[in-house]
């Protein structure tokens, strides 16, 4: 069963950037499209972005133009780049496989306050 283990999370201010890892394990991470999810208090998980195995991206209108997805099938690994940060996207960030999930991970916190 694939596993997943999110990293790289914090607290930064307004504007600020982070840059979130997840490793995979227990699967054939290459054929998979993966995925970044979120999930804010009081409110449901949702996708954030989603990389296919050929590296076609696809964002949230929400996050558009500032968080980029890659991945390197080699170290099985997908990454999420965060960049000029907002307070609603404070959140716990999960990755996962959209349309074959696997179980969530314990995800990573990521906190945008000034």
């Known amino acids: 069963q694939v596993q997943f283990v999110e990293s790289g999370g914090g607290s930064v201010q307004p504007g600020g950037s982070l840059r979130l890892s997840c490793a995979a394990s227990?699967?054939?991470?290459?054929?998979?499209?993966m995925g970044w999810y979120r999930q804010a208090p009081g409110k449901q998980r949702e996708l954030v972005a989603h990389?296919?195995?050929?590296?076609?991206?696809n964002y949230a209108d929400a996050v558009k133009g500032r968080f980029t997805i890659s991945r390197d099938n080699a170290k099985n690994t997908v990454y999420l780049q965060m960049n000029s940060l907002k307070p609603e996207d404070t959140a716990v960030y999960y990755c996962?496989?959209?349309?074959?999930?696997?179980?969530w991970g314990q995800g990573t916190q990521v906190t945008v306050s000034s």
């Open positions: 227990g699967s054939i991470f290459r054929i998979y499209t």
């Open positions: 990389i296919t195995p050929g590296g076609s991206t």
């Open positions: 996962n496989r959209p349309g074959a999930l696997g179980y």
